[in-house]
């Protein structure tokens, strides 16, 4: 539903080698560990609506207040990450 809209953004917080081996479509790869994340995030649009997912949940909630404290403030968390998304037969992008 929200495949064309520049104000929607979806980002993949697990690690490259996890994104390569599927991702949500049009999600967007920013490793949660990696060091120049919150300089990454802050390039993004604070008005944008932005759905949030790592594996199972973790990196989405750090990241999330990581993301409050920069100024965003329409943000949601995947619920389960990845792996619910999986479980639920729901598809994936990329290999």
Same mark, same amino acid.
């Given at each position: 539903?929200?495949?064309?809209?520049?104000?929607?953004?979806?980002?993949?917080?697990?690690?490259?080698?996890?994104?390569?081996? *599927?991702?949500?479509?049009?999600?967007?790869?920013?490793?949660?560990?990696?060091?120049? !994340?919150? /300089? =990454?995030?802050? %390039?993004?649009?604070?008005?944008?609506?932005?759905?949030?997912?790592?594996?199972? *949940?973790?990196?989405?909630?750090?990241?999330?207040?990581?993301?409050?404290?920069?100024? !965003?403030? /329409? =943000?949601?968390? %995947?619920?389960?990450?990845?792996?619910?998304?999986?479980?639920?037969?729901?598809?994936?992008?990329?290999?």
């Amino acid at each position: 539903r929200n495949k064309d809209d520049d104000k929607f953004v979806i980002l993949d917080l697990r690690s490259p080698d996890e994104y390569r081996q *599927g991702h949500i479509e049009s999600a967007r790869p920013m490793n949660y560990y990696a060091t120049n !994340f919150q /300089r =990454m995030v802050s %390039l993004l649009d604070r008005d944008a609506t932005i759905l949030l997912y790592c594996q199972k *949940g973790r990196q989405s909630t750090l990241a999330l207040r990581a993301m409050t404290k920069l100024g !965003f403030s /329409r =943000m949601y968390i %995947l619920d389960g990450g990845i792996a619910e998304w999986v479980k639920a037969g729901l598809p994936l992008a990329g290999p």
